[in-house]
């Protein structure tokens, strides 16, 4: 199977976009931080390096600190595309993360975004 084009691209490129997505709707960027480490375990400090160090997309995910084992409650379509349903383990990372970001900007609170 042929990687996706997505994978290849370096996580600093797509963050200012998250950040972009959420200050818009009216949140920080210091609650994104804390919904992606909720996710991977990165730290703001890491998740700079990450940014930094120009790290991939896939890299990202498979390098990350801890992937939270709550996130399989994430449900619901991103991109038309049900979560649950997708069976390449790197996509259904990148559409958690999709997902979680799409419910921060739409104002869910952070109890509520971390699963348990």
Not at 27 to 56: F, N, P, Q
């Amino acid at each position: 199977m042929a990687k996706h084009r997505i994978y290849s691209m370096k996580f600093g490129s797509l963050y200012p976009a998250y950040v972009n997505k959420v200050e818009r709707k009216g949140r920080s960027r210091e609650e994104l931080e804390k919904v992606i480490e909720w996710l991977t375990g990165y730290d703001s400090d890491e998740l700079a390096k990450v940014c930094a160090d120009e790290t991939d997309v896939e890299h990202f995910f498979l390098k990350a600190p801890k992937l939270n084992p709550s996130r399989s409650l994430i449900k619901g379509k991103i991109c038309g595309v049900q979560i649950e349903e997708i069976e390449e383990d790197t996509m259904r990372e990148i559409r958690y993360l999709d997902k979680l970001v799409d419910e921060l900007a739409k104002g869910r609170p952070l109890e509520k975004i971390f699963r348990s």
